[in-house]
T-cell receptor, first 113, second 115 residues
Framework: AQTVTQSQPEMSVQEAETVTLSCTYD???????LFWYKQPPSRQMILVIR??????QNATENRFSVNFQKAAKSFSLKISDSQLGDAAMYFC??????????FGKGMKLTVNP | SQTIHQWPATLVQPVGSPLSLECTVE??????LYWYRQAAGRGLQLLFY??????ISSEVPQNLSASRPQDRQFILSSKKLLLSDSGFYLC??????????????FGPGTRLTVL
C-alpha cells in the first residue's frame, strides 16, 4: 500500500522569507501524481501544486515550487516570499492507479509578521 | 468554471439520528465524485467514490452510505449516527476517466458533531 509521510508537524517562517516543507512517499507504482494541498482555517482543501511523476521538470506555480526527487521518493514544497495568507495546514498527497488520494498527516505552517 | 457546493456547512445531531449530506458540482459533466472524512488533527480518509450515476464504491465499511441520484449530485447518508461519525466531511470532484482523473478539487466541507 502507498504511504505518504510528512515528518514535521509544525513549521514557522518570517514574512517575505522562504520555507521548504518536506514530504516522502512509498510506492511500487511507476506512474503516479503528487500534490500539495493547503487547508486554511476555513478548512477547505485548496490545490497548491501538482506534479506528474513521469515529468522530470519540477512544477512551479507563482511563489510555489516543488523539488521532486523520484529515486529518493521525495516531494518537497518551497514557498518563496512567504505571506501572512500562506499560514495554513499543508498536506502532501499521492495518487496512483486507484481513485484514492493518499494524504500525509499534514503540517501546520505559521507565518510571523 | 467549475464550482462545488456542500450543505449544510455545520450540523449537530444526536446519536442514533439519521444523516444526509449533499454535494453538487456545477460547470462540468460526468465528473468522478468523492466523499472524504477528516477526523480532528488527522489527514483525509476516502469513504466513497462514484464514476457515474448509481455507481458507488466503498473504501471503508461502516454505517455510512452514499448515493448518486444525478450526474452532478452526491449524497452521504446514515440511518443511525454514532459518536465516532463526528468529523469534517469533504466532497471532491475530478474529471471523468476519459479526460484524466488525476486531480481532485474539494468543496467547502461540512462539520458534523454527533452528541
Amino acid at each position: 500500500a502507498q504511504t505518504v509521510t510528512q515528518s514535521q508537524p509544525e513549521m514557522s517562517v518570517q514574512e517575505a522569507e522562504t520555507v521548504t516543507l518536506s514530504c516522502t512517499y512509498d510506492t511500487s507504482e511507476s506512474d503516479y501524481y503528487l500534490f500539495w494541498y493547503k487547508q486554511p482555517p476555513s478548512r477547505q482543501m485548496i490545490l497548491v501544486i501538482r506534479q506528474e511523476a513521469y515529468k522530470q521538470q519540477n512544477a512551479t506555480e507563482n511563489r510555489f515550487s516543488v523539488n521532486f526527487q523520484k529515486a529518493a521518493k521525495s516531494f518537497s514544497l518551497k514557498i518563496s516570499d512567504s505571506q501572512l495568507g500562506d499560514a495554513a495546514m499543508y498536506f502532501c498527497a499521492y495518487k496512483g492507479g486507484s481513485e484514492k488520494l493518499v494524504f500525509g498527516k499534514g503540517m501546520k505552517l505559521t507565518v510571523n509578521p | 468554471s467549475q464550482t462545488i457546493h456542500q450543505w449544510p456547512a455545520t450540523l449537530v445531531q444526536p446519536v442514533g439520528s439519521p444523516l444526509s449530506l449533499e454535494c453538487t458540482v456545477e460547470g462540468t459533466s460526468n465528473p468522478n465524485l468523492y466523499w472524504y472524512r477528516q477526523a480532528a488533527g488527522r489527514g483525509l480518509q476516502l469513504l466513497f467514490y462514484s464514476v457515474g450515476i448509481g455507481q458507488i464504491s466503498s473504501e471503508v465499511p461502516q454505517n455510512l452510505s452514499a448515493s448518486r441520484p444525478q450526474d452532478r449530485q452526491f449524497i452521504l447518508s446514515s440511518k443511525k449516527l454514532l459518536l465516532s461519525d463526528s468529523g469534517f466531511y469533504l466532497c471532491a470532484w475530478s474529471k471523468g476517466l476519459a479526460e484524466g482523473t488525476d486531480t481532485q478539487y474539494f468543496g467547502p466541507g461540512t462539520r458534523l458533531t454527533v452528541l
